[in-house]
């Protein structure tokens, strides 16, 4: 007896890798369709022009030099988390930690900073960067070592580690809290700005600028052309071939981990060294968990993180600024950045899969 059954007009297949342009083309569309969701939910909502509201947007971003600074700076530093975090998601380490990792070498340069004037700058500067990328690491290389030797779950245990960070940073906040009672360190050296980076062609950011766009090309050779690039893509395909071929897998785990906690350490320090010259348990501003996503949309390709990061950059600057000028509340600029940044992460489903038609849709 032969019984029809009836398959689903679609079924969805997995692509193979696109071409660039077409990649490029799903994420220009999604963003667009994005843009155009959010000027809708702004006149419903506002009842504002949505292109007054888009103009608003670039101004936040480009109307003063002062401005247009402040963006790639916001860039730089959240394309240096993206770039620090890579190396463990390309191994398949799971590391929700970023946020702990730049908040623990905010505290360790600023505990130089704030202990140590009157050495030479130099020597102050130069000590400041030493202690952030050692607590860097520390906290990059703790989980690594439980996930090698014990097979922990990595995602739970560097998302705990965000949490101690923030209450150490927290209880050295209160103590040397100035002045008492204020809950708040203030800036540190502010009259001799022992500590501080100087300025480049008379711009606070120029040389965090310059430091992550060589740690931009560091990255992306080190990932793609050495040695040990090689071992963490190996080891993020599959642990037992990375074995097969001799590779002593737990200490790549705990290697890649301590340079990633170290690199986090490192823009740690250029936000304390660099601009806010200051302690506080929001210095990362919840970069350390965006950087997951700048890291993800990019595919792990530090040079298409550049793209990711001036988007969600521009948009988040733009955002406030929108708030700001027509005096919304300052959820509604989040709400717009996180449309957005729906869209462009649910447009990744399209890269990787497509709908394929059913020619036959009864089968005996």
Known sequence: MNKKTKSPFFHIVKRGEIPLWQNFLIHILALVL??????????LLTGLNPIKVYGTMFEGNFGTERKTWVM?????????????????FKMRFWNI??????????????????????????V?????????????????????????????NETLFTLMMNYVAIQITAYFTIRW???????????INQNTQAGWLPKLADQQYLLTIIVVTALTIFMYFYLKYSKQGYEIAVVGESERTARYVGIKVENVIIRTMGISGA??????????????????????????FTGVMVAWMAKFNPILMILTS????????????IASTFSLNHSFSDILTGIIIFFLI????????????????EEA
Request: hydrophobic share 50%.
């Open 34 to 43: 994005a843009l155009v969701f959010c000027a809708v939910l702004t006149t």
């Open 177 to 187: 809290e100035v002045p008492k009672g204020s809950g708040k360190i203030g800036v």
């Open 124 to 152: 102050l500067i130069l000590l400041m960067l030493i202690a952030a990328l050692a607590a860097g690491a520390i906290w990059g290389i703790i989980p690594a070592f439980f996930k090698a030797k014990w097979n922990t």
């Open 310 to 321: 001036f988007l969600i950059a521009f948009m988040s600057n733009g955002a406030q600024e």
């Open 97 to 122: 930690g970023g946020e702990g990792q730049v908040l623990i070498g905010c505290m360790a340069s600023g505990a130089v900073m704030r202990n140590f004037p009157d050495l030479p700058n130099g």
């Open 72 to 88: 790639i700076h916001a860039l730089a530093i959240l394309l240096g988390i993206s770039l620090a975090l890579t190396p463990g």
């Open 346 to 361: 649910g447009c990744e489903f399209f890269i990787s899969y497509k709908l394929k038609h059913n020619a036959h849709r």
């Open 263 to 288: 690199l986090c350490g490192l823009i740690g320090f250029l936000l304390v060294a660099g601009s806010a010259h200051t302690i506080t348990t929001t210095l990362s501003d919840g970069r350390g």
